[in-house]
């Protein structure tokens, strides 16, 4: 009798107070800045989106945000401030070109690597320590390089059903690169979410046999990945970035670019407001656009960098 | 496209009592998914998965099918498609076990008697589901692959090779984007002799609209060789000429069965040393995909998609070069703009626009996309007649 009486009582009092739950949650899953996005506070568990023309800097900054994620964050004493994690990469465009990766890698390891040997150079004004340090510089950046290189995880997808079956074999492979390499996944990033957009938008089937079968259409094929990535972030909390090219031609050239400069990050539960003037028709089901979080346009504006 | 109870011979785990089980939650088909190109209609394909037990029912049966008609004989291309979507729906293209939540599948196996063996099965489905997408590689494995396999073929024209630091790389799609007689053909021409001569490669040239000239292929390759004997001269060029393959093809569905033989012989390697094919121009495949788009309905650009990823994916995979050209149309304010639409534009990896000065003989090109480069990098170039 006592017992079902205290159990009630238990159940209303608080657990923990707001500021508690603040500090617990902030240690817990902290904000990541990565240096593109570094204005749009991110945490695991987001889903962005990043939106643009063909020839916008979307894929660029995956790979500047991937080059963030796998540096560590201090190395032989260089300090790189990277987030030292495994990044997975399903590149669904077919269009990835593992040398800007490379490049902008290895330019990220000597920027830093020689602003602190001139540092030390300023500092102990010691010529044997310089040569020292020239002649280990090589070797040392290829070490970080080749750890940095293993740490990025890519697969290639050539239709849906490729990228389904990838993404249900994907838990037991993050589990095993985690093993192996000790760290955690922290970012997924999937080049044009809209590739095969067309494609499974022709492919509309007959249903044959028992109506409780599915048949694979656009809107089966976008809930399956809402699921699985939705089941995916329960068991490995990770920051998804997803890029989407616009299908259809923007027809406001001239006020698109105009807005996309003032343009900074938009939630998309706010897509209906009339006051954002979209430069582009939003071609995804709803599935997909209500569990995105963050919205980024990204367009060229000729001028300056705007995000 | 094999039912589960093909997948019985192979994995005995997957038997009656498994296959009862899954018909009850609506999975009648295994993972056994044909390309892209046959969810729109079902040309004769060899699945590309390797279970060799299994992998012979439907090749059988897409052969028998194949039978059925000839391509060739078919003029109209209304009446091609027609026919492909009525042979499709008769294939059951279903990809259950994908759409299904797999978990929620185990925990229905749970409250059955031979739970243990059913969860074997779904095991067993699992990992012929891992077999089915390409393999994960880290960053140093396809900087390897990059590096051995996909070099930088030079077109032999200099501005060009200038632009591009080095000329056309393999396992990249390219497109040349240009007005009429702006120098399209000619630039692929002279790819196609500078690639059959001084690289040694076979090149298969699919011609859309006739314009493949083999004299002025010699032309190119007389240029730039020295004179030298009549007889070792002769046999030289016909060696060179003999690893150019040359199509005519007149609509998508055509390029698309010549496209899927190419991808069988590369498969099978066929290739004898001296040829294996390095070069792959479709002149021109905005000819082909413009008569399909429009017309309110998502087949054309779906085609279109579906014609882009398979160019890529042999690029990627046998490390072809491949050029495509296309044309321009009208746009806002008079500008012209490369036809094809916004859907094209995600697919190349790098656009050049052509123009040509009237009257002479000199060429402008121009970046208008490339993976690492800037756009509206230009440069020029002569053809000599």
Redesign the interface.
Known sequence: MEEVVASPREWIDRNESAKTMLARVLTARPLLLLPPLHRVPLRVGNVVELVG???SAK?HILIQAAVSCVLPKEWNGVHYGGLDRLVMFIDL???F???????MLKHRINGESNGSLKKIDQEHMDFDLWNNDTKKSPTYDEELY?L????????????S??????L??LN??IRKEQELHGISVHILMID?IG??H??D???T??P???T?????SLQ??SE?VV?EIR?LLLLHPMLVIATK?????DRY?METKRNLGKLDTSNSRSMSSTSLQLPYREYMPSVWQTFVTHRVLVGASGLEFSL | MAPLKYLEQEYPILDSNFQNFC?T??I?SG?F?P??FS??YSPILTPSFTFLGVRFAPILLLFWRCSLFDCSELKDTRRKHMKFRALH?KT?????L??????VLVAFAEQQSTSERLKQGITQV?SI??G?????????E??ED?QLNKHVLSTGCEGIDLLLEGGLRMGQLTELVGASSSGKTQVCLLATSNVAKKHMGGVVYLDTGNSFSPQRVIDFIRQNSDPAIDQAKHRILQKVMNRILCHSVFDIFTMFDVLHQLEVNLRSQMQKGDCQVRLLIVDSISSLVTPILGGG???G??????AG?LL??LA?EHNLVVLVTNHTVGG?GGISKPAL???W??IP?VRLRLSHDQGSSIYNVSV??H??MV?GKAARFTIYD
Not at chain 1, 161 to 166: D, G, I, K, R
Not at chain 2, 132 to 140: A, E, F, K, R
């Open positions: 023309t063909s020839p894929t465009d077919c269009r070109d593992i040398l800007r990766l490379s490049k080749s940095c290189m293993r740490r990025f995880l890519f697969i290639r997808c050539y239709d059903f490729q990228f389904l079956a990838t249900k074999t037991y492979r044009s590739a095969f067309w494609i938008r022709a492919s089937f007959m044959l046999g028992a409780n079968r599915k048949t694979p089966t094929v399956t699921q089941k090219a616009t299908i259809f031609g050239s | 018909a939650h609506g009648f993972p998914p390309s892209n969810r729109i729906k059951e293209d279903q990809e259950d994908l759409l299904h939540d797999l978990h699992l589901i891992d089915q997408h390409q393999p994960w590689l880290n960053g140093m396809l900087l990059a309905g998502s087949q650009h779906a085609l279109m998609a579906s990823f890529k994916k990627h806002e639409g916004e859907s534009k995600s990896h208008f996309k993976p690492s756009s």
